[in-house]
């Protein structure tokens, strides 16, 4: 269903797609290159960015996530957890941003072309952009995944589990994270 758009990705591209949150922006987040071009075109420094996988068990190859977290995903709310290796451009010291959009779309994306960079398609510092806004602010440098509306139209709320401390409050409550 989506093989031009793993093709896409696979070659290096960057696609627009629908989240549960918002629109994100989604390059192969082991793919260097296609990192530097997100930065550049999100108008930012490189820096550590967020990844989107189709479930928990996909996840877990990545960080360290207590078995607790299955229950709460797939859900609105970003994961810093500690990372089981070092990849460059996705990993600061250890730990890795997970997000397991609850999205149809995003979630069958996912399945298909494997675990891509999860972050707001907009120009760094800029609004929150919709499918019209995308389209108009990046054109022909990015790939438009359309379908499934995001429900939320606000940001996931992102979540330090290591340090236990959310690092910004959005569209989850993040007190279900930290139920001992």
């Known amino acids: ?14 696609v627009a797609y629908p989240t549960d ?17 997100l930065f550049e075109l999100k108008d930012m420094e490189p820096r550590v960015i967020s990844v989107a996988f189709p479930d928990f068990l996909e996840a877990s190859k990545y960080a360290v996530l207590p078995d607790e977290l299955a229950e709460i995903f797939p859900a609105p709310v970003t994961v810093i957890a500690e990372a089981l290796s070092n990849w460059d451009c996705i990993t600061f010291e250890g730990k890795i941003g997970i997000r397991i959009p609850d999205n149809t779309t995003a979630l069958a994306l ?11 398609a907009n120009v760094h510092g800029g609004p929150n952009l919709d499918l019209e806004g995308i389209k108009e602010t990046f054109g022909e440098n990015v790939m438009v995944v359309e379908g499934e509306e995001p429900k939320y139209m606000k940001p996931s709320t ?5 340090d236990k401390k959310v690092i ?13």
């Open 1 to 14: 269903m989506y093989e031009k758009v793993c093709e896409h990705l696979k070659n290096g591209g960057i």
């Open 21 to 37: 949150t918002l629109y994100g922006l989604g390059v192969n987040p082991f793919d260097r290159k296609a990192l530097l071009r």
């Open 110 to 120: 996912l399945n298909e072309c494997g675990p891509m960079t999860a972050t707001s």
């Open 158 to 162: 992102i979540v330090d589990i290591v």
């Open 168 to 180: 910004r409050e959005g569209a989850f409550s993040p007190g279900r994270l930290f139920q001992d």
